[in-house]
């Protein structure tokens, strides 16, 4: 699942695309590393919407810190699992799936989320 902090300003996929090809280079998406799950599945997405080019990487080593600086706003968005639900501090964007998920089915799945292949 695509994070935001539970306060962030995006509501969907389609704001996100508008809010990086409006500021490109500002927006930043955190990951557990490079080549984790969560690096793997945030730069498929991104790059299947297009914008991957216009985002700012940062990895973390591991979820927790990740975690830590998406509740601080110092990244907008992260991949994580349905677990990170339950604290209240975040909200999912999409899931990386490609039907909606049967514990957060209001949740769009990717291709429902505007996005296009690779």
Same mark, same amino acid.
């Given at each position: ?22 500021? #490109? ?44 600086? %998406? ?11 349905? %677990? ?7 909200? #999912? %964007? ?15 799945? %990717? ?5 296009? #292949?690779?």
């Amino acid at each position: 699942m695509l994070f935001v902090a539970a306060d962030s300003p995006y509501q969907s996929m389609e704001d996100v695309v508008a809010a990086v090809e409006d500021a #490109p280079d500002e927006l930043i998406y955190g990951s557990s590393g490079p080549g984790a799950i969560t690096h793997l599945t945030m730069v498929s997405a991104f790059a299947g919407l297009g914008i991957i080019d216009d985002m700012k990487p940062l990895p973390f080593q591991g979820v927790g810190p990740a975690i830590k600086e %998406l509740t601080a706003g110092n990244i907008q968005f992260f991949g994580g699992t349905g %677990l990170l639900m339950d604290r209240g501090d975040f909200r #999912p %964007l999409t899931v990386f799936n490609d039907t909606r998920v049967e514990n957060s089915p209001t949740c769009p799945s %990717l291709p429902w989320s505007a996005s296009r #292949p690779p």
